[in-house]
């Protein structure tokens, strides 16, 4: 079975989204392992400059290094990431697991996004979309996209 990860920097604090979360986390459970692992967001000044912004990067890079997998096949998502449908998610996910690959990861940046180091790594970069989503949302609608793709691949009417 493969293993997806989730590495987020900050953390899901609406009850709302935990449950949402954690539902399609439960279904995920007949296709995957599914692993969340959540990274401390760093604080950043008000007007920061780029100096600082550089610095809020590196040490969220630092600990999402940290915690990535061994050999793992890296989605880093950032704004000039490549758009896939959900057909085309699916896809990617089946690809990568007949290439015997058994765990993905899907790395989440802060408010400031992800450190050229990390986007450096990835396997694939990943955009939802041009438009900017509340962190919270976006996990939810991660989870509910990996679920989708892995319906999809198993020919089953949800995603339609």
Do not use: W
Not at 20 to 40: D, G, P
Not at 122 to 136: C, D
């Amino acid at each position: 079975m493969v293993t997806i990860n989730i590495i987020a920097v900050g953390k899901v604090k609406e009850k709302y989204f935990i449950n949402a979360i954690n539902e399609y986390n439960q279904r995920l459970s007949a296709f995957c392992k599914l692993n969340i692992i959540e990274i401390k967001d760093e604080s950043i000044p008000q007007n920061a400059n780029d100096s600082q912004i550089a610095e809020v990067l590196t040490k969220e890079a630092n600990a999402i290094l940290a915690k990535l997998p061994k050999d793992s096949y890296i989605f880093a998502l950032c704004v000039e990431g490549k758009q896939f449908s959900s057909e085309e998610l699916a896809k990617e996910i089946g690809k990568i697991q007949v290439n015997g690959e058994s765990s993905l990861t899907f790395i989440i940046g802060g408010s400031v996004g992800l450190a050229n180091e990390i986007k450096s790594r990835a396997n694939v970069k990943l955009s939802f979309s041009k438009m900017t989503f509340p962190h919270q949302l976006f996990r939810v609608m991660l989870t509910e996209q990996i679920y989708r793709a892995f319906k999809i691949l198993n020919h089953h009417t949800y995603h339609k």
